[in-house]
């Protein structure tokens, strides 16, 4: 299989995002948000199938891990209270394009983060996801601030009671910021890729893994600046005391290969280890245009992995063998499904 870990709803029905911003500007007056708006099947249909499922069946991909759109939590938007709403509703929606396409599609949940709120208040949601929803994980916001960086590092012990119960569900998280609230950092191109990179540099810093060794998080977008600068983390660890990157974060943490040209694949495949990479392409997301030195989408992970030094067993580790230790929910989903 093809299992691809890094899929967001960006093409959600348009009274979704709407209904978003009308709960924004309700909150900003003072006044109760309208009524959610009903969806029906047809449009969420026509919402996948002119897109993620086209581009799946065009790319050979065959399951996406599918959650809400990331830069649109806006955990920096509203109280905790509209958080939460926002939350639910989009997890919802996900879980009804699970149900429409229970083959191509399986749940990764928002969390009602807020800045300055106890991350205690994201367990139940997490739970809900899990337990009801049937999700295999969720997306962890490690600056809710959208960019102010108010938030203890991850390795702090005001995340623990969250990671405990990650840990008893037996569910990883990917850490995934939102969008920016600062003008000086582009969401995609910067905001992302730094919180990315601080987030690692956080957990060489920290004792997170000894205290929770069944912890297991994913870095998105190739580990940001991680592996295109493996020595300076390898040394910077050395300087400041720490033990080996290798041993200390990396039999916990995970990349994806959202890079999007041949070398940086190439990198990423070389400086880290097989068993630590996951298939990624986050399509319809970041990067849609195509490259014109290729003529094929900048997004087209796929082929950047076909053309790769990895051997078979190597690709079939990539594209399937661990995301499924990485995400045992769906491991377990698709044994019970006969694949």
């Given at each position: 299989m093809?299992?691809?870990?890094h899929?967001?709803y960006?093409t959600?029905?348009a009274a ?12 900003e ?6 009524r ?15 897109s ?5 069946d ?10 809400p ?21 989009s997890?919802?929606?996900i879980?009804?394009?699970v149900g429409?396409y ?5 749940g990764?949940g ?6 300055g709120?106890?991350?205690?208040g ?8 899990v ?13 809710p601030?959208g960019g102010?960086?108010?938030s203890?590092?991850l390795?702090?012990?005001?995340w623990y009671?969250?990671y405990e ?14 969008g ?26 920290g ?12 870095i998105p977008?190739?580990?940001g ?8 983390y390898?040394?910077?660890?050395d ?21 999007y040209?041949q070398?940086?694949?190439?990198l990423?495949?070389?400086?880290i280890?097989?068993?630590n ?10 990067v ?8 094929h ?8 992995i076909?053309?790769?030094t990895?051997?078979?067993a190597g ?13 045992p ?7 019970n499904?006969g694949?």
């Amino acid at each position: 299989m093809i299992i691809d870990c890094h899929g967001h709803y960006t093409t959600a029905p348009a009274a979704h995002t709407a209904w978003r911003q009308q709960q924004l500007a309700a909150w900003e007056a003072g006044v109760a948000p309208e009524r959610y708006p009903v969806i029906s099947d047809d449009e969420i249909r026509e919402s996948v199938e002119t897109s993620q499922l086209t581009l799946m069946d065009s790319r050979g991909i065959d399951l996406t891990v599918f959650s809400p759109r990331a830069s649109a939590m806006g955990h920096h938007l509203g109280d905790a209270a509209v958080s939460l709403e926002w939350a639910r509703r989009s997890n919802d929606l996900i879980a009804r394009v699970v149900g429409l396409y229970p083959d191509r599609f399986i749940g990764v949940g928002q969390l009602p983060q807020s800045p300055g709120e106890p991350v205690e208040g994201s367990i139940a949601e997490l739970r809900r996801c899990v337990e009801e929803l049937g999700f295999i994980g969720c997306n962890l916001n490690p600056d809710p601030s959208g960019g102010h960086w108010t938030s203890p590092a991850l390795t702090d012990r005001s995340w623990y009671p969250f990671y405990e119960a990650m840990v008893e569900l037996d569910v990883p998280a990917m850490v995934h910021v939102s969008g920016s609230a600062t003008p000086f950092f582009h969401a995609t191109g910067a905001y992302y890729i730094s919180a990315d990179t601080t987030a690692f540099m956080q957990l060489i810093e920290g004792d997170l893994f000894t205290d929770l060794p069944d912890l297991r998080l994913v870095i998105p977008h190739g580990g940001g600046a991680v592996p295109y600068h493996w020595g300076r983390y390898r040394g910077l660890a050395d300087m400041l005391g720490r033990p080996p990157v290798e041993t200390s974060v990396m039999g916990n943490v995970y990349f994806d290969t959202c890079v999007y040209h041949q070398p940086g694949i190439d990198l990423l495949l070389d400086v880290i280890d097989t068993g630590n990479v996951l298939f990624g392409s986050e399509m319809v997301g970041a990067v849609r245009g195509i490259d014109p030195r290729t003529g094929h989408h900048f997004d087209d992970t796929r082929r950047y992995i076909e053309a790769s030094t990895l051997d078979g067993a190597g690709r079939a580790d990539v594209y399937e063998h661990n995301a499924r230790r990485v995400y045992p929910r769906l491991d377990a989903a698709l044994r019970n499904a006969g694949r």
